[in-house]
C-alpha cells in the first residue's frame, strides 16, 4: 500500500522559503512520477510540479518555475519542493502525488501540508 506524508509547511512572509517533505513508502517508486498540487480556498486543486523517478525529468506550473525546485533523494525515498520567493498567493494546502509512467490518474495522494504566505 502506497503512503505519502507531508511535512514542512508553515506560516512565512512574503519573500521567505520554505522546503516541503513527501515520504514515500510501500512501493518501489522507480517507474513512478511523483507530483505536487496545491489547492487554495474556494479554487479548484492545481498542479505545481513533477518529477519522473527515474531520469530525473521536471516540469512545472508556469506560476512556480522559477522560484520553486523539485528533487528526490532516493535513498531516503523522498521527495522535496524547494519553495523561493514566495508570494501570498502562494498560499495553499499543498498535496504530494503519485502515478505510474504512461498511466494518467494521478493514483495517490498524501493528506496535504499547509503553506500560508502573509503580505
Known amino acids: 500500500q502506497v503512503q505519502l506524508v507531508e511535512s514542512g509547511g508553515g506560516l512565512v512572509q512574503a519573500g521567505d522559503s520554505l522546503r516541503l517533505s513527501c515520504a514515500a513508502s510501500?512501493?518501489?517508486?522507480?517507474?513512478?512520477?511523483m507530483g505536487w498540487f496545491r489547492q487554495a480556498p474556494g479554487k479548484e486543486r492545481e498542479f505545481v510540479a513533477s518529477?519522473?523517478?527515474?531520469?530525473?525529468?521536471?516540469y512545472y506550473a508556469d506560476s512556480v518555475k522559477g522560484r520553486f525546485t523539485i528533487s528526490r533523494d532516493n535513498a531516503k525515498n523522498t521527495v522535496y519542493l524547494q519553495m523561493n520567493s514566495l508570494k501570498p498567493e502562494d498560499t495553499a494546502l499543498y498535496y504530494c502525488?503519485?502515478?505510474?509512467?504512461?498511466?494518467?490518474?494521478?493514483?495517490?495522494w498524501g493528506q496535504g501540508t499547509q503553506v500560508t504566505v502573509s503580505s
Open positions: 518529477i519522473t523517478w527515474s531520469d530525473d525529468k521536471t
Open positions: 510501500g512501493r518501489t517508486f522507480s517507474n513512478y512520477i
Open positions: 502525488a503519485a502515478r505510474i509512467r504512461g498511466v494518467g490518474q494521478w493514483n495517490y
